[in-house]
């Protein structure tokens, strides 16, 4: 099996993953709605299953379009909701995003590189900071800069240049994905680090 097939392979198991995980999510979130019915309601509960349960949704749909099967080309819009799930504003790593696209909208290879890179971007700023991302799409370029008081990259860096999973742990899969993802746009990822800042960029 060659190295297309291997990802296609992956991406249809992430894809039935998240399908699975679908179900249950959306029985919990009737019985909160169920809860909050009850006479008297129990409030503390009903917001704590809640509150879950949108979070488990919103990784869930983050994780279904940057690791599921897929043809379609992603809206700008889509591709900015989905980064702020990943950076949300309750959150200690605040994100500016900027899209440049035309109205045929960012491939689903690009868009997927996206989201793996600032999944990996989170995992870099383990005490937070700002994360700078700067996509076009014709032609493709993105370049994310990352400011924090600390820089965990190591995991980042030998993923990135690995050539093939198999020494790597479940933290530096992200990583490893997104340079086969860049691999077939025909791009690698380059990083430069200096104190404080790392700068990961698609070439």
Request: aromatic share 2%.
């Amino acid at each position: 099996m060659g190295a297309e097939d291997e990802l296609r392979l992956a991406e249809l198991l992430c894809a039935r993953l998240c399908h699975d995980l679908s179900g249950p999510l959306g029985g919990a979130s009737a019985g909160a709605e169920l809860l909050g019915d009850e006479d008297p309601p129990d409030s503390d509960t009903v917001a704590l299953v809640a509150d879950s349960v949108a979070a488990a949704t919103r990784v869930l749909r983050v994780l279904r379009a940057a690791l599921g099967a897929g043809t379609q080309p992603f809206a700008a819009a889509d591709l900015d909701s989905l980064a702020r799930a990943i950076f949300p504003e309750s959150g200690s790593t605040r994100l500016a995003l900027r899209i440049d696209m035309g109205s045929s909208g960012c491939e689903r290879a690009g868009g997927r590189l996206l989201l793996n890179l600032l999944m990996v971007s989170r995992d870099i700023l383990p005490r937070g900071g700002t994360a700078d991302a700067h996509l076009t799409t014709d032609p493709f370029t993105l370049k994310i800069t990352l400011e924090g008081p600390q820089i965990s990259a190591d995991d980042t860096c030998t993923a990135l240049a690995a050539p093939s999973p198999a020494q790597l742990g479940a933290r530096a899969a992200p990583a490893f994905y997104a340079a086969r993802l860049a691999a077939t746009l025909g791009r690698t990822i380059s990083v430069a680090q200096s104190a404080g800042r790392l700068v990961m960029t698609v070439e």
